[in-house]
């Protein structure tokens, strides 16, 4: 959709219920495309649109990753999420998010790896599988980099005991 002068009249001339649902409109495609004439300002309505459009992909993609994050996730993959070629995809996240598609599933992989250090007797290399890591050595360096220490040394640091209680005499 394009918005030039005409457009932009158009849409003042508007009730305001009736503008929201044009923009509405405009940012359902799959592809929106909103050009604003030169010496034009965009109106802050179209603004929030586009804000809202961008809200729900990155949403779409975050879930993604999370219910995916334990497999093989390619760039295809997550820009089929919303309807994106890659490229676009990857600079669509990282000008929402500050890091790339794969910095921030990374840094999600090794969150969700701390729970289960704490939490379960499981193999380091075990975590590392179930938590979509290739191989336990490619998740010790990066874990070690994320967090100063080993698998083996934040689970020896941070597992939870059972304490039983101690029988007190009569």
Do not use: N, W
């Amino acid at each position: 959709q394009v918005i030039g002068k005409v457009e932009m009249t158009y849409l003042e001339s508007l009730e305001p219920e009736a503008r929201r649902q044009m923009l509405k409109k405009y940012f359902s495609y799959d592809l929106p495309c909103v050009i604003i004439c030169r010496g034009m300002t965009p109106p802050d309505d179209l603004l929030q649109a586009a804000a809202a459009r961008d809200r729900e992909r990155l949403l779409a993609i975050l879930t993604y990753l999370h219910a995916h994050y334990a497999e093989k996730v390619t760039l295809a993959d997550v820009a089929r999420q919303i309807s994106l070629c890659q490229s676009e995809c990857c600079r669509f996240f990282k000008r929402l998010m500050h890091q790339s598609v794969f910095e921030y599933l990374l840094r999600y992989r090794l969150e969700q790896s701390l729970t289960l250090l704490a939490q379960t007797d499981q193999s380091v290399s075990a975590i590392a599988a179930q938590c979509g890591f290739s191989t336990p050595s490619y998740f010790s360096r990066h874990f070690g980099a994320a967090f100063d220490q080993t698998p083996r040394q934040y689970r020896a640091a941070h597992q939870q005991k059972t304490v039983y209680p101690t029988e007190t005499a009569p």
